[in-house]
């Protein structure tokens, strides 16, 4: 494997399996918020739909941004429902949830991820891969407004 972004082959594959990681993550995290978006009743119902299909449209995005970064780093993504379900850290909740245990299981969803992003950003920012510590903040920021917007349901 040659170098890209100046970067050498060995730091390439550990952000690389960090990606991966992150894009496993996404999609469970997409397909959780899916799930409360079809699922969810209360009497807050129109305002948290309207809000969840905000946020996994940009899960969606978030998704394709992070595997288009592992494409430019010359590896190819792992894409299929089976390995993002065996590879994500995230377990969901069942169609049968509260409304409340949706939004709390959406809120450490968010929160665990930012969280794993943040320390492949400091990776990244070893690197001195600027870009990637770019796209990484964004998503970071992304998914901590998400989360605190999730919590302010559950005030």
């Not at 949830?97 to 920012?125: C, D, H, M, P, Y």
Request: with cysteine; proline share 1%; glycine share 6%.
């Amino acid at each position: 494997m040659k170098d890209f972004f100046g970067i050498a082959p060995q730091e390439i594959k550990k952000v690389v399996e960090g990606l991966q990681q992150a894009v496993a993550d996404t999609y469970a995290l997409y397909f959780m918020t899916l799930n409360g978006h079809w699922n969810m009743e209360c009497k807050s119902f129109i305002s948290i739909h309207e809000m969840l299909e905000t946020q996994y449209e940009e899960h969606a995005k978030t998704g394709d941004a992070l595997a288009e970064r592992i494409r430019a780093m010359g590896y190819k993504v792992p894409t299929s429902l089976k390995i993002f379900a065996e590879k994500s850290t995230l377990r969901s909740f069942s169609e049968e949830a509260g409304w409340e245990e949706i939004i709390q299981k959406l809120v450490e969803a968010n929160e665990s991820v930012f969280l794993s992003l943040r320390k492949l950003s400091k990776q990244a920012e070893k690197n001195g891969d600027d870009g990637l510590v770019d796209l990484l903040g964004g998503i970071i920021r992304q998914n901590e407004t998400f989360a605190w917007k999730l919590r302010s349901h559950l005030n």
